[in-house]
């Protein structure tokens, strides 16, 4: 792999801007223009500067939306989502969470654990984000003691996880660079390695269940007297004359042609964008899924289902509370149906992290619940810490059609 | 190297395919360029083995580089395209604007009311562009299918959240969505795939001997016949490239000897300038001129 994305997540003084920044400075990745419009008259480089780009967000000096960044070291090439460190933005932290390999969470040294911090580590354990890199940062000023981040060790390591997880704590100064990307002599007790250093080697565990190859038809094209189907191909390879099944509608069929990059081939391989063709004529849309026919000798590999009724994690986005009983769109990936919140079981206590029994008071943004979902039509779903694929899913209001949650299956 | 550039080029395939199945009707918005170049040739890969779902169109601003109309008609004819050209000047006449005062007179501002004249005229639900997010800090928060009102205004503060690569391309009826497949993609990625996928480009891409005219601090621009100067400006044959390609009035050229896709690379990782930050001189009026511009219908 060499392309990683990952989130920073961090509380508003943390220096999560300086920590960005610093990265993208010390690994070359500023040009000179840039640098000097961030440069104050007395020549001090603001690195914060850097990851704040709209014009409200400096008059108010905060970040209020996502932002993504590029940097590119010998070894890998990297995205930054930068994610906003207030409360209210939580539903930008699970945005940002749902792009990342990994997660990068600062903690003021001069603080300590907060609760946000708490709540970042929540959201990047219920995201299932493999790997989490704590940062502890202004080791500057607390003059690089380690009781300082002794003490925060022994707190994270009692915190709980959901899902398993990767974790590195680091002693960090954003503002000076110790450790960032340059190993520091300011810390001589910390013998581990620098953010930049496990960023470039950190290998990513395939934690996911083991699926027949599939994939979602994106789009179907009429030429030349021939159906093409359109998608991408997930967990596995196709072949030409390879039994596939066709969900929703479990019917079998043969594959014809196949087609990557414009190209027909013979076979094609995980993670590829690729066209096909079938045997038979059986009905195939926008939507559906196409899956290898797995042998009844291999029962060990999971069973693809369908639902129509589902329990969730879900995440609410919109100013405007869920209504329980009203239709909304669910759009999972390509596919687009109705979908009502048959009941709400649990809500997510932001303070104790906790979900606690719902007591029907309305459910507001940024808020974090369980629920009992019905669907219009069956769904090909899968819990999302085996396949993210199937088991995440967005809301749409079908009459602003603004997105207004999304969700994570949890049907075990 | 390799390794990045396919997960890249799969996930822009994967949303030019997602802006197929949700629109009705789409266009790619082309102006010649290496970003649209790379975005045309990824939508004839989505697509393939049949023909791409959208139309090309050009926004033509009548202050071209010659060489890029050139380029485009024969890109048209090469894969079948369905083109459709509008003219900024229809739009001057039409709503009476006129172009910045001044030795470069540019109309690069005005290019929105043909935009989103266009979009009516021919029922576009959605444009495919090839911005990036590194090219620009407005940019950096823009989202992959990133929504229009009926006035063609970009609101960062309402942005749908995007989430995983699900996109909520749903909207009423005058408003668009704007689609950016290369969101992802650095000015260098693009380079190596362009090496690396032989994608043809506009000659001024490579170094060619040119007459300039002095626009500023160590910035040139390539000599057109509408622009005001006085005797006094300094005109120059000089050996340059063009690093981006927009309006010959807000294009600078790039003084260079690069011939070939390997020495702009090395050229491109050795410079310490950014790529808008080079060349153009729309970015330059103030600190927000992109946001502000992208606010009010810009691409």
């Known amino acids: ?412 | 190297m390799q390794d990045y550039l396919n997960q890249l080029e799969n996930e822009s395939i994967y949303i030019l395919r997602e802006a197929a199945g949700q629109f009705r009707k789409a266009a790619i918005l082309f102006s010649g360029g290496k970003d649209s170049a790379t975005l045309l040739h990824l939508a004839i890969k989505a697509f393939s083995p049949t023909k791409i779902p959208f139309i090309v169109l050009h926004i033509d601003t009548g202050q071209n580089f010659p060489e890029v109309i050139q380029y485009r008609d024969e890109l048209v004819k090469k894969y079948q395209l369905h083109l459709e050209v509008r003219f900024v000047e229809d739009s001057m006449k039409k709503y009476h604007l006129s172009e910045t005062s001044g030795k470069f007179p540019s109309r690069n501002a005005l290019q929105s009311y043909t935009l989103l004249d266009a979009i009516q005229e021919l029922e576009l639900d959605a444009c495919i562009g090839g911005a990036r997010r590194d090219e620009e800090k407005a940019r950096s928060k823009e989202r992959i299918f990133s929504f229009r009102d009926s006035f063609g205004q970009w609101d960062p503060k309402q942005q749908r959240p995007e989430l995983w690569n699900i996109y909520n391309g749903l909207i009423h009826k005058g408003e668009n969505i704007r689609v950016f497949p290369i969101s992802n993609w650095t000015e260098l990625d693009v380079w190596y795939y362009i090496k690396k996928e032989n994608i043809p480009l506009p000659s001024i891409y490579f170094s060619h001997k040119r007459k300039c005219v002095k626009a500023g601090n160590n910035q040139w621009l390539a000599y057109a016949d509408f622009f005001k100067l006085s005797p006094d400006d300094v005109i120059e044959e000089k050996f340059v490239r063009f690093r981006t390609v927009g309006d010959i009035s807000c294009t600078a050229a790039v003084e260079s000897v690069a011939t070939d896709i390997d020495t702009i690379i090395e050229e491109i990782k050795t410079s310490k300038i950014s790529e808008r930050g080079a060349t153009r001189l729309d970015d330059k009026i103030s600190e927000t001129g992109m946001e502000d511009r992208k606010r009010q219908g810009y691409f």
């Open chain 1, 1 to 412: 792999m060499e392309l990683i994305k990952f989130i920073t997540a961090g509380n508003v003084d943390d220096g999560k801007s300086t920590l960005i920044g610093r990265l993208l400075y010390d690994s070359n990745a500023i040009s000179n223009d840039i640098l000097e419009s961030i440069q104050q008259s007395n020549g001090i480089i603001h690195l914060a500067h850097l990851t704040d780009g709209l014009k409200a967000e400096r008059e108010q000096g905060i970040t209020i939306d996502v932002a993504y960044k590029y940097f590119s070291t010998d070894k890998r090439k990297f995205i930054i989502a930068d994610c906003p460190g207030h409360k209210e933005y939580t539903r930008n932290m699970i945005t940002g969470a749902s792009h990342a390999d990994l997660a990068i969470i600062l903690i003021d040294a001069t603080i300590g654990i907060t609760e946000q911090t708490k709540r970042h580590t929540f959201i990047s354990d219920l995201m299932n984000i493999p790997f989490i890199i704590f940062c502890v940062n202004k080791m500057d000023a607390v003059g690089y003691a380690e009781s300082v981040y002794r003490k925060i060790v022994e707190q994270i390591n009692t915190f709980q996880f959901i899902n398993k997880h990767q974790i590195e704590i680091i002693p960090v100064s954003a503002l000076n660079g110790d450790n960032v990307v340059h190993r520091s002599n300011n810390i001589p007790w910390y013998n581990g390695p620098t953010l930049l250093h496990l960023l470039e080697t950190y290998q990513p565990i395939e934690n996911t269940a083991k699926l027949p190859a599939f994939l979602q038809v994106q789009y179907v094209s009429f030429q030349n007297q021939e159906r093409y189907f359109f998608g991408t191909l997930l967990n596995g390879n196709f072949e030409v004359n390879q039994e596939i099944i066709i969900y929703p509608t479990l019917q079998k069929n043969k594959i014809k042609d196949l087609y990557v990059l414009g190209k027909a081939t013979t076979r094609a391989s995980q993670n590829q964008a690729i066209a096909l063709t079938l045997q038979d004529d059986n009905e195939v849309q926008r939507g559906y899924y196409l899956a290898a026919a797995t042998t009844a000798t291999d029962e060990t590999k999971f069973q693809f289902k369908l639902y129509n009724q589902f329990s969730a994690i879900c995440f609410w986005f919109d100013t405007t509370p869920l209504i329980p009983s009203k239709r909304y769109f669910l759009q999972h990936h390509s596919l687009r149906t109705f979908v009502k919140c048959q009941s709400i079981t649990e809500v997510l206590d932001l303070d104790v992290l906790k979900f606690i029994e719902y007591n029907h008071s309305p459910i507001e943004i940024n808020t974090i619940f369980k629920a009992q979902l019905i669907s219009a039509q069956p769904l090909l779903l899968a819990d999302y810490t085996q396949c993210a694929t199937l088991g995440s899913f967005i809301i749409i209001d079908e009459t602003t059609h603004k997105t207004v949650g999304a969700g994570i299956v949890v049907n075990e």
